[in-house]
């Protein structure tokens, strides 16, 4: 079902009766947030002030995506070690990304 079914669905139980308001408000946020974009990830990226051992910049994509801080240390250093390209990435990340 698409989004724009999913909330067409909303607006007629809203307009039954069915839903208050406030719980067709809940729900239609719910229903927003899931079929968000990547956008919005990107956007709340923050390097971690916690989690760090050089720049926390590992720490930061680790709360944003989900994956262990641990997992994007490994893929950072075999991106430096297959090319040199990970070493460039994190400076990158570190000097762009705000701290949190």
């Known amino acids: 079902m698409s989004l724009a079914d999913e909330l067409k669905k909303l607006e007629e139980l809203r307009q039954r009766g069915t839903l208050s308001e406030a719980e067709f ?6 229903l927003l947030g899931v079929h968000a974009t990547g956008l919005e990830a990107v956007n709340g990226l923050r390097l971690s002030s916690s989690d760090r051992w050089i720049g926390g910049v590992c720490g930061g994509l680790a709360l944003t995506s ?3 801080s641990w997992v994007w240390r490994l893929i950072f250093i075999l991106f430096v070690c297959f090319g040199g390209f990970g070493l460039l990435a994190y400076l990158l990340l570190w000097i762009l990304v705000p701290r949190e």
């Open 66 to 68: 989900g994956v262990t």
């Open 25 to 30: 408000g809940q729900a239609k946020a719910k």
